[in-house]
């Protein structure tokens, strides 16, 4: 089962912040999160194991509402170095990790 | 440490012709291995995992199989390329303990170009 990304896309200026969203529609066991530059492998972020469950990475954050099926990913202050595409994968059970179709962000100058 | 290789970069391949994509772990036992296809501006697609050797769970119905004949070594195939089999392929790991809950290490990906 997908989940379901949203932005599409994001154009920051340098400084600002940004929410990405992430929902599904089962109950989840995890959400991670990862960025991909292009042409390159997806890196990992995070990942978040229980309802309510918040993490920091510099600036970048998330949290998780298990009873929503929901995950939030805060990038705050951003950088150019924060430009490319934001993945969630998100695990209902076993080994699967579906991933949602992306969030491209720009960070301009 | 561990290390996840994925061969060849590019690749381009004539539509009907067969495909061996390989990728191979290191320094890990027993990990679970996935195979991704990204095509051109869309998402990560999970196409097969695998828990252990000769064990594989299909995700989409389609003309790839793969396989799994060693602990550390998961490889992707077709008897017959068509033009949708074009993507970004990526190979992924994980540790074997607790299902999701450690990340995904991806290989460096193979760039396939059914023509």
């Known amino acids: 089962q997908q989940p379901v990304q949203s932005p599409q896309a994001v154009i920051l200026r340098e400084g600002e912040d940004a929410v990405i969203n992430c929902s599904s529609s089962k109950a989840l066991y995890s959400v991670h999160w990862y960025r991909q530059k292009h042409g390159e492998a997806p890196v990992f972020l995070m990942i978040l194991l229980k309802g309510g469950e918040q993490k920091g990475h510099d600036k970048i954050s998330a949290s998780f509402n298990e009873k929503k099926q929901q995950s939030s990913l805060y990038l705050t202050a951003s950088q150019l170095s924060y430009s490319g595409t934001y993945f969630c994968?998100?695990?209902?059970?076993?080994?699967?990790?579906?991933f949602g179709k992306g969030t491209s962000l720009l960070v301009t100058p | 440490s561990q290390t996840i290789h994925q061969w060849p970069a590019t690749l381009v391949q004539p539509v009907g012709s067969p495909l061996s994509l390989e990728c191979t772990v290191e320094g890990t036992s027993n990990p679970n291995l996935y195979w991704y296809r990204q095509a051109a501006g869309r998402g990560l697609q999970l196409l097969f995992y695998s828990v252990g050797i000769g064990q594989i769970s299909s995700e989409v119905p389609q003309n790839l199989s793969a396989s799994r004949p060693q602990d550390r070594q998961f490889i992707l195939s077709s008897k017959k390329l068509l033009l949708s089999d074009s993507g970004f392929y990526l190979c992924?790991?994980?540790?074997?303990?607790?299902?999701?809950?450690?990340?995904?290490?991806f290989g460096n990906g193979t760039r396939l170009t059914v023509t």
């Open positions: 994968g998100t695990a209902d059970s076993g080994y699967a990790l579906n």
């Open positions: 992924a790991w994980t540790g074997s303990r607790g299902g999701l809950s450690s990340p995904l290490h």
